[in-house]
């Protein structure tokens, strides 16, 4: 079994928010990173937790509540991989600039987890963020952490209250350095093993390392699990392409 975390950075490239880029070329890079999880040759075991998706946009604040639209590279998005894969969403997918989405095959032994993990209603402003999946007796959350208490705050009650194997994606702290590096060791208080050191680079524009894999102290192993991470050629983001991979477990 595979499980992937990738921030996409919006299909911008090494880009920043404030960055002018055609549409064009944002289609160019979703076509380039469906060649990159195409190459990946992900089985029915797999999944894939994707950050920072293009979702909607901002049109009108002087209504309350304020009017979003859907982005066209959202839904070109979901036109490019929903022929071939399976798509999960946040249980609730607010009105947001961008959401994490997990990917997986057309035949996944993955489904939607229930009851929820995280305790939270579709007024949060990070219910964008969140994707609760569950695997037979493995239960995954995929992240992309806001850096804010709030936020760490109630995932860390949700996992006190719940049983979670995998805790994976961006997390937005890492021990060496920002407000919220005390966050790892609370996650690891609480039952869980970090499997990426925090001296290997997943966010190249900071050079911080706030991408991780936590596993449950209590999850048997019995060939052990290797990790990966790299920078991706066919498809350029600013963040690494995390993997990780547990044989025969």
Not at 45 to 68: A, R, S
Not at 218 to 236: D, L, P
Request: proline content about 3%; aromatic content about 12%; glycine content about 6%.
């Amino acid at each position: 079994m595979r499980i992937v975390s990738f921030n996409v950075n919006g299909f911008r490239g090494m880009l920043g928010q404030g960055d002018i880029i055609s549409d064009e070329a944002l289609y160019n890079n979703l076509q380039s990173l469906k060649e990159f999880i195409d190459s990946l040759k992900i089985t029915d075991e797999d999944v894939i937790i994707l950050q920072e998706v293009p979702h909607k946009i901002l049109v009108d604040k002087t209504t309350v509540p304020w009017v979003w639209e859907e982005q066209v590279m959202f839904q070109k998005f979901n036109s490019v991989f929903n022929k071939e894969y399976k798509l999960f969403y946040p249980r609730f997918l607010i009105d947001s600039n961008q959401c994490t989405v997990g990917l997986a095959s057309k035949n996944t032994i993955w489904k939607y987890s229930q009851p929820p993990i995280v305790k939270y209603d579709r007024y949060h402003h990070y219910g964008n963020k969140l994707i609760e999946i569950e695997n037979g007796n493995d239960i995954l959350l995929g992240v992309h952490v806001n850096p804010c208490d709030e936020m760490w705050n109630l995932i860390i009650k949700g996992l006190e209250k719940n049983r979670v194997t995998f805790i994976v994606g961006d997390f937005n702290a890492y021990e060496e350095r920002g407000k919220m590096k005390n966050k790892p060791g609370i996650l690891r208080g609480v039952g869980y093993n970090s499997y990426i050191p925090s001296n290997v680079i997943t966010d190249y524009k900071d050079n911080s390392s706030i991408d991780n894999f936590y596993v449950e102290k209590n999850k048997t192993i019995e060939n052990g699990i290797s990790i990966e991470v790299k920078k991706t050629r066919q498809f350029v983001s600013d963040h690494a392409c995390c993997i990780l991979d547990i044989t025969n477990s």
